[in-house]
């Protein structure tokens, strides 16, 4: 496939989702926060109870990869935990899981692959940008920690243009941010309803990460939606790195 410009969706395309990861590695830490806080909580119930909200809870610009105070206020009051206290308790609480995050995030061993990914893309010559419905102060911080940020051009966040995907004029910002006529761009995503099927009606074409079942099973969204004919991917895949045999 010859293409000049690739767009890349964030959130379990470029980098998974660590959050059943940080639950493991920091679920003590979680409960000492709340008992030095004056609550006692048993730490599987309190797991269960965060990745129950985590997975039904969702709302513009949330950024569930990162964790947000919104979300960790509605896991407090679940918990009957006072109003007075949320506040202080889901700043605690947001530090000890951003904290979990990076080092999960630095250890991914996905991670390297994906950067060797890029890098040959690179060599290559193409163009490649971010487009991703994140807030854009913590994407920037992971593809810091990943080093994913020197390989793109640019980095576009729904957050900044306050629109999201699949809304077509976030995928059109992306057209412009090319500055090629998009017979020449790929976009490469994992969600069918916010990725491949705006792709396609942009006429751009699309390549769709395939999701484990058992990831798509746990997440805040639905991923089972059918796409119509006209809408399905170019391709399939189920690694990233089969983009190099797609792709001149």
């Not at 976030?170 to 941010?177: G, H």
Request: net charge positive; hydrophobic share 40%; with cysteine.
């Amino acid at each position: 496939m010859k293409v000049d410009g690739i767009g890349f969706d964030y959130g379990n395309t470029l980098v998974t989702d660590q959050f059943d990861n940080v639950m493991k590695l920091k679920s003590l830490d979680f409960v000492r926060v709340l008992e030095a806080n004056g609550y006692e909580v048993n730490g599987k119930k309190f797991v269960k109870a965060w990745t129950d909200i985590n997975a039904k809870v969702n709302y513009p610009y949330c950024s569930h990869f990162a964790q947000e105070t919104r979300l960790i206020k509605v896991l407090l009051e679940s918990l009957g935990v006072k109003k007075a206290d949320r506040n202080k308790l889901s700043q605690q609480l947001l530090v000890a899981y951003r904290s979990g995050l990076k080092y999960t995030l630095k250890n991914d061993k996905r991670i390297a692959k994906v950067r060797d990914v890029l890098a040959d893309l690179k060599s290559r010559g193409k163009k490649l940008i971010i487009l991703s419905n994140e807030r854009m102060d913590t994407i920037d911080v992971q593809l810091r920690w990943t080093g994913l940020w020197r390989f793109f051009d640019r980095v576009i966040v729904s957050e900044r243009l306050k629109v999201e995907k699949p809304d077509p004029r976030i995928f059109n910002y992306m057209i412009k941010a090319f500055d090629m006529p998009k017979e020449r761009i790929l976009y490469v995503g994992d969600d069918p309803q916010r990725d491949i099927r705006p792709a396609k009606h942009m006429g751009i074409r699309a390549v769709m990460l395939e999701r484990p079942q058992a990831m798509s099973a746990a997440a805040w969204r639905d991923y089972s939606v059918q796409l119509a004919e006209s809408e399905k991917p170019d391709y399939v895949i189920k690694d990233l790195s089969e983009i190099l045999k797609i792709v001149e």
